[in-house]
């Protein structure tokens, strides 16, 4: 069973930082999946943010978050990382990981991931 746990999130003001960690747990080795972070807005559906490749050698980016946002990895930590710089209250979402086995490149569907974590909130005051 594949297992992601979120952390990180929490209330940041305006042009704040914050880095969220997605956590490999039990027998889940992220080394071996494409990463992907997500993020659902109250109201609205669930959003592609960034993708890593399993390497880390490759990422994409929403245009929303693009210089904003980075994401990285640390297989050795079994830990992918979303660094997030510059929030702004539009940024205020449930933030979730995800991760696919089987496929190449650095997917931004939904769909085209098969685990996801539970998620963690970000909440941006203005």
């Known amino acids: 069973q594949v297992q992601l746990i979120e952390s990180g999130g929490g209330l940041v003001q305006a042009g704040g930082s914050l880095r969220l960690s997605c956590a490999g747990s039990g027998r889940t080795f992220i080394s071996i999946y494409l990463m992907g972070w997500f993020r659902q807005a109250p109201g609205k559906e669930r959003e592609f943010v960034a993708a890593v490749s399993r390497s880390g050698s490759n990422t994409d980016y929403a245009d929303s978050v693009k210089g904003r946002f980075t994401i990285s990895r640390d297989n050795a930590k079994n830990t992918v990382y979303l660094q997030v710089n510059e929030v702004k209250p539009e940024d205020t979402a449930v933030y979730y990981c995800?991760?696919?086995?089987?496929?190449?490149?650095?997917?931004?569907?939904?769909?085209?991931?098969?685990?996801w974590g539970q998620g963690t909130q970000v909440t941006v005051s203005s």
């Open positions: 995800a991760a696919e086995r089987s496929r190449i490149g650095v997917p931004r569907h939904e769909y085209e991931y098969d685990y």
